[in-house]
């Protein structure tokens, strides 16, 4: 191979990505995350790591009936043609990929969400972004002239106090925020559910990216496909790279917006103190107020940047008063669009 990768992240593509090259789909039958999950703590208990079953054999480091196998395991770790071949299509679009196991693994899912953190990252862009913080920006592909306008806004607002804006990508609100942070002289960090690849190689954000304000990252192959399920897969990891989050919009009962809140506000709930907090924009809309009474709180509207970094440093503040909720929510500004320099995901 072209390109260094440590013996444990080649362990873990080997058992757990489908290596997606050229129009060839991989057929192998590689390990689910519950199934890796399983042979990892397999590994732990014995003092391994995954890089060990590269050297003579898995039989040396595993029982006779390991999770997921031994003999599914075996030929997966045959695999070393098609690792090569994926490795070397990576290095030549600037995709990195880390395991769990490498330096630049970002700590805030180790501490956060240990359980469920993803084995692989891919990514292209500067690595320490991960683990930089910032603000999550999240709401809907199709929102509003209003709500884009309030993620343009709260972008900027976070570019100009250099504070790194997540979010997914995608069109709409999450795009929105992310080309507000970037116009400001400030970088974003967009966590792809899919088409990683097809992103980074768009003119505009290969632009951001040699700039070194944008990373672009995913835990699913660079060449896989929009699945409904990988996208609600990212969301927390989304919330879990920022310090804290922002819903512009979300609907009332579905949608991705609604369902990543609300599995944060839970997760926040079983971790009092250590979670992420959320704030939704203070007006009226069925969706956010239905956040709000799953412990989410009123966005205070900072306006200068030495505000929004107290707030993201000092944790959320007490709510505010009703009134001042209902004097925030009346006050809409009506702009002209601009035109995103990311391309569509």
């Known amino acids: 191979m072209s390109w260094s990768l440590s ?17 060839n789909r991989e057929a192998a039958d590689r390990l689910k995350p519950g199934e890796y999950r399983a042979l990892e703590k397999h590994l732990r208990d014995r003092g391994r790591r995954p890089g060990d079953l590269l050297g003579g054999g898995p039989e040396e480091f595993l029982d006779e009936n390991p999770p997921g196998g031994l003999h599914r395991i075996r030929n997966l770790l045959q695999r070393g ?11 030549t679009r600037a995709i990195w990929v880390i395991s769990r196991y490498d330096e630049g693994y970002p700590q805030r899912f180790e501490t956060r969400i240990p359980r469920t953190a993803p084995s692989l990252l891919y990514g292209c862009g500067d690595k320490p972004l991960l683990d930089g913080g910032g603000l999550a920006v999240v709401g809907p592909r199709n929102a509003d002239e209003d709500a884009l306008d309030f993620a343009r806004r709260a972008g900027g607002l976070a570019g100009r106090a250099l504070r790194t804006v997540v979010s997914g990508g995608a069109r709409g609100v999450d795009q929105t925020a992310m080309t507000g942070a970037l116009e400001a002289g400030g970088r974003s960090v967009g966590v792809l559910a899919n088409n990683l690849e097809r992103q980074v190689l768009t003119r505009d954000c290969r632009d951001w990216i040699i700039e070194e304000q944008l990373l672009m990252v995913s835990p699913y192959d660079p060449r896989a496909g929009f699945h409904r399920g990988a996208a609600m897969g990212r969301n927390a990891l989304i919330y879990n790279l920022a310090d804290a989050a922002l819903v512009v919009e979300a609907d009332a009962e ?23 907090p959320v704030y939704v924009r203070g007006r009226p809309s069925a969706g956010l107020e239905a956040l709000k009474k799953q412990g989410a709180l009123v966005w205070p509207d900072p306006e200068a940047a030495d505000e929004l970094e107290s707030l993201l440093d000092g944790g959320p503040p007490e709510p505010p008063p009703a009134e001042a909720a209902e004097s925030t929510a009346g006050e809409n500004e009506q702009t002209e669009q601009q035109q995103l320099p990311l391309g569509g995901a």
């Open 7 to 23: 013996p444990d992240t080649q362990a873990v593509l080997l058992l757990t990505a489908p290596l997606i090259v050229g129009r």
């Open 81 to 91: 043609s098609r690792l090569a071949q994926a490795v070397d299509h990576w290095h």
């Open 254 to 276: 579905r949608g991705g917006s609604r369902a990543g809140a609300v599995n944060q506000l839970r997760a926040n709930g079983k971790q009092p103190g250590r979670g992420v």
